[in-house]
């Protein structure tokens, strides 16, 4: 396998996790890996990025629309109110 697109999965802890191991373990020969929209954060790329600086053959990587600056979930992410709504205007 060269190519891989994993878009707008939502991807679980469980199924992140396996996947880093699957990139570690048994893709080799990944070029082209596309994350993007998967809903996760700057917290659980540590062990991807970790695999990542092991493997020299990935040339193309697509982390975009995840909160890679963020360590909240984006169900733990409250909206910011406006102070006019506080004022109840």
């Known amino acids: 396998m060269t190519k891989m697109a ?7 802890d469980p199924t992140f996790k396996a996947l880093i191991k699957v990139i570690h373990t048994e893709a080799p020969n990944l070029t082209e890996l596309d994350l993007s ?3 996760r954060n700057s917290a659980d790329f540590l062990d991807f990025y970790k695999v990542l600086a092991e493997n020299t053959k ?14 909240r979930k984006p169900e ?3 909206l910011p109110m406006h102070e006019d709504a506080e004022q109840g205007l």
């Open 6 to 12: 994993l878009v707008h999965c939502n991807l679980t």
């Open 76 to 78: 733990d992410e409250e």
């Open 58 to 71: 990935i040339s193309h990587l697509n982390l975009s629309w995840n909160s890679l600056l963020d360590q």
């Open 37 to 39: 929209w998967c809903e």
